[in-house]
């Protein structure tokens, strides 16, 4: 695990993040199917997509700005750096067939020098595979993203630097949807006390501790109502098409 540890790093052992993991994994499985060769990830987080990306790569090199306890010893063809990102200075021009990055856009302060990063260290014809929440479907402000995106504002980023842009989006069947509306109903319950409606108006670090904490509470009360739906969830419930109004994350592979 990272030694960073908020409910913005998704746990696979903690059963009230099943619903965001389950998700998070199809990323990584969907992503597996596509990468080979030399492949570069920005943001390692909790490492449990190296099983997924690894066999499938000649060469797998993942970064984090926290260090790793995971033991790549376990993985012959997995190097670990650590740095901050957007920076990919420790990389040269055209090293990788594919770049993937999830969850992770939404943090950078300067997203444009993050995508430009990704294409310069991208072979020609080489593949940037990213996930981010889609804007439109988020119930609250979530403090620890620097912004969100619709559809278009992604496009409209990748289109600078990516000639073709794929636009896809992780959508939900009617047992991810029950779980998004209680999830729902439970964050009004909260929010309606913010009667000055301070989650968009104080700064955002401000915000941080109490929303995690928050957050956390509101998830192992959602597990604790209906454990059943909680524990049900599975990757399957989730699927991947075009974009469009009702996904839950964005699904852009540019290239």
């Not at 790549?72 to 990389?91: I, K």
């Amino acid at each position: 695990m990272s030694s960073m540890q908020t409910a913005e790093r998704v746990s696979h052992t903690d059963l009230s993040d099943n619903y965001i993991f389950q998700r998070s994994l199809l990323a990584y499985v969907e992503a597996a199917k596509m990468v080979h060769g030399d492949v570069l990830e920005l943001g390692t987080g909790s490492g449990y997509g190296i099983e997924h990306i690894a066999p499938n790569a000649d060469r797998f090199v993942t970064v984090d700005k926290f260090p790793s306890s995971i033991d790549f010893s376990l993985y012959p063809n997995v190097e670990f750096h650590q740095l901050t990102l957007p920076s990919l200075d420790a990389f040269e021009d055209n090293s990788f067939d594919f770049v993937i990055s999830f969850q992770v856009i939404e943090h950078i302060e300067d997203d444009e020098a993050f995508v430009r990063e990704a294409a310069r260290v991208l072979k020609p014809g080489g593949t940037f595979i990213v996930t981010t929440p889609n804007k439109e479907m988020s119930i609250t402000r979530n403090p620890w993203h620097i912004r969100e995106y619709t559809i278009q504002e992604l496009k409209d980023l990748f289109g600078k630097y990516f000639e073709t842009v794929n636009a896809k989006g992780v959508f939900g069947n009617e047992k991810i949807m029950a779980y998004y509306e209680n999830n729902k109903a439970s964050v009004e319950r909260i929010t309606r006390f913010d009667v000055f409606d301070l989650q968009h108006k104080l700064p955002r670090q401000i915000l941080q501790i109490p929303y995690d904490i928050l957050n956390r509470m509101n998830r192992k009360k959602l597990l604790k109502a209906d454990n059943s739906l909680v524990q049900s969830i599975k990757m399957e419930d989730y699927s991947i098409r075009e974009a469009e109004d009702g996904c839950f994350d964005l699904f852009y592979y540019v290239m």
